[in-house]
């Protein structure tokens, strides 16, 4: 006659590998993950409601702070250089977005100007940088 | 007999503790994985004219057109009459309620705000304006 065993051992999951996953993932994140490498300049963005988001891989920083100084690329800029620097830009990415992380209280002149280079390069799409709005702040 | 003899002898071997090993993988993986959400994007997007020739011009009536003019002082006007910031978003809705062929037009002194621009431009967006156009007021 045959005797049938009975496992007494408890169902578990192992969980030894769990640590080995967690580093798997860790690695992939810390690979993937992209840092801003721009500091570019010290701004104040202005609030809006409106807000989106943008594509960030398709943007182009142009800071411009409330001394009118232009940033692009970590180098400051004068205004004549802006179409330059753009045009080849535009060049190596056609959809390629310039966004203006630009103080709220910069002289709207000198955006104009920048806008005008921007026209003469081509770079059409434009992406105004503003902060999540609050209420009670005029902007 | 001396206080010497008394002392135990550890005998526990010298391993470090692995045991939270995955708990420190997960943590950091936690915040690579949170660390580029922090870093949105959020704007007012536009697309702008490109370069002035005379196929890209288009000729519009001048009653179609609704003109919002900042001010070198950073006061708004609408269609020539002043107006508060809170009200222009319904005078816009207004307008393209009884003409939807309006075309918004912000003009912007070179001396004002660059945040006034971005509290009116936010105003039109959320108005609903679908054509919009920027114009800076010449000196």
Do not use: W
Request: with cysteine.
């Amino acid at each position: 006659m045959a005797f049938k065993k009975t496992i007494k051992s408890e169902p578990f999951i192992p969980t030894s590998s769990m640590g080995d996953i967690a580093f798997l993932l860790l690695i992939f994140f810390m690979v993937t993950v992209v840092f801003t490498e721009e500091t570019g300049l010290v701004v104040t963005l202005p609030r809006a409601e409106a807000g989106e988001e943008g594509v960030r891989d398709l943007l182009t920083n142009v800071y411009i702070n409330e001394k009118g100084m232009i940033s692009i690329d970590d180098q400051i800029v004068p205004v004549d250089r802006v179409a330059a620097l753009m045009a080849q830009k535009v060049q190596e990415n056609p959809f390629m977005i310039v966004a203006f992380k630009t103080d709220k209280h910069t002289p709207y002149g000198v955006v104009s100007d920048v806008m005008e280079q921007l026209k003469e390069a081509g770079a059409v799409k434009v992406f105004f940088n503003t902060d999540l709005d609050l209420p009670g702040v005029p902007y | 007999m001396g206080v010497l003899a008394k002392r135990k002898k550890n005998r526990g071997t010298n391993e470090i503790p692995m045991a939270s090993t995955s708990d420190v993988a997960f943590l950091l993986l936690v915040f690579f994985i949170v660390m580029p959400m922090k870093q949105e994007e959020i704007g007012l997007s536009l697309v702008l004219p490109g370069k002035k020739t005379k196929e890209t011009t288009v000729k519009i009536k001048q009653s179609h057109v609704a003109t919002i003019k900042i001010l070198a002082n950073n006061t708004v006007t609408f269609d020539g009459q002043p107006i508060a910031l809170h009200g222009l978003q319904q005078a816009i809705k207004d307008r393209i309620v009884s003409d939807p062929k309006t075309v918004v037009i912000l003009e912007t002194h070179p001396d004002a705000d660059y945040g006034m621009m971005i509290a009116c431009l936010d105003e039109v967006k959320l108005a609903d304006a679908r054509k919009v156009s920027l114009k800076t007021t010449k000196p």
